[in-house]
């Protein structure tokens, strides 16, 4: 069966240092993966988009990495901060038509 | 760049009430959009894609008679929770693909809705 797996339990760090969240999928074959996020009450807000022949792909202090192989992504927050604190979705899209299908998503807690 | 407005942000109702969502694109024109549902601390699951001028396509086990979605407009799409039962609590959130964007979706505040 399909599967998007995003680790359930909360990531705590120490603000400054680089947080890391990781999206695994099983029976999938995305043209391109998404990263959002989402804060409580609130609907998800776009981070960043990696193609299937993207490897990595940066935005400020954001960093994305796909590799199709281990059928995974990595998405790191670098030098973070309390208000990096949220929960984190990755959606993949197989096809054209937008259609995304999210993973459960981590929730990141950035202590000062 | 895009924003996609959606009314109410909460609602609480008597069971058996209808309830309606709405859900607009304020600033581009969407020819889709896609209604979600989720728990708490759950992911977001996809509900049904609302085509503009055509009916809505449904995800498996969702109810096309519970949940009545309406895209009249390429702005304006609308989720109607018929005869609300407590078990449709849930946070409802819209979202739209503007073209000139690309592939990413922008999404709605979300809807909170509770049934007593």
């Known amino acids: 069966s399909q599967k998007i797996e995003q680790n359930s339990e909360a990531l705590n760090i120490q603000e400054g240092k680089t947080a890391t969240l990781t999206c695994n999928y099983t029976?999938?074959?995305?043209?391109?993966l998404q990263w959002y996020r989402q804060d409580p009450g609130r609907g998800p807000v776009f981070l960043l988009l990696i193609r299937e022949n993207e490897k990595e792909k940066r935005k400020e202090r954001l960093k994305v990495t796909f590799d199709t192989t281990l059928k995974q992504s990595l998405f790191h927050i670098t030098a973070s901060q309390p208000a990096d604190s949220a929960t984190y979705l990755c959606a993949l899209c197989e096809n054209a038509g937008n259609m995304l299908t999210f993973g459960g998503g981590t929730r990141l807690m950035v202590k000062p | 760049g895009a924003v996609v407005s959606q009314h109410p942000s909460r609602v609480i109702c008597k069971s058996g009430t209808s309830v309606k969502i709405e859900c607009r694109s304020l600033?581009?024109?969407?020819?889709?959009m896609f209604w979600y549902r989720q728990f708490p601390k759950k992911s977001l699951m996809l509900m049904a894609t609302s085509n503009e001028g055509s009916k809505a396509t449904y995800e498996q086990g969702v109810e096309k008679d519970k949940f009545l979605i309406n895209h009249a407009s390429l702005t304006l799409s609308t989720l109607t929770v018929t005869s609300a039962h407590p078990e449709d609590s849930s946070f409802y959130i819209c979202?739209?693909?503007?073209?000139?964007?690309?592939?990413?979706?922008?999404f709605g505040s979300g809807t909170q809705l509770s049934v007593l």
């Open positions: 600033d581009f024109q969407a020819t889709t």
């Open positions: 029976n999938y074959s995305p043209a391109y």
């Open positions: 979202s739209a693909a503007d073209r000139a964007a690309g592939e990413k979706l922008f």
